[in-house]
């Protein structure tokens, strides 16, 4: 099996598991902004899942660079960049995550989050089907 397969392999279901944790982020954010969701609530859901979220894509992202795999190295290295960025920068707080329920309220900040949520879902999806069109590419070679 070659690289370019086994990569392809695994990026998809990598893919999957970041688009599902992207959705369930925007309908959260979609649900504290119609009340259904208070913002104690959305950060205890939402606060645990970035991590995993976080790690997997850094994953990815370094698989592409370690194999030089030019499309998938500029879509998921700047994203990569972009989450250690605002993990960096997140509030002071005693658990894992980005999300500060005193902040996460805010009109803008609730914007940016939906806005950030469908940016990382287009790559996210751009991401599987690039996997997709190489895996079919390595195969038919």
Known sequence: MSVEIGLSILSLPIAVILMFLVIWNIISFDELKTDYKNPIDLCNSLNPLVMPEYGLQGFIALCYLYYMQYLGIVIMCPLALYHAYR????????????????????????????????????????????GLLWMILAVSN
């Not at 995550?97 to 996210?124: C, H, Q, S």
């Open 87 to 130: 993990y960096a920068t997140r509030p002071r707080m005693s658990v894992l995550g980005i999300y500060d329920p005193t902040a996460v309220m805010n009109g803008d900040e609730m914007d940016r989050n939906k806005k950030e949520g469908f940016v990382k879902l287009a790559l996210y999806l751009i991401n599987f089907f690039a």
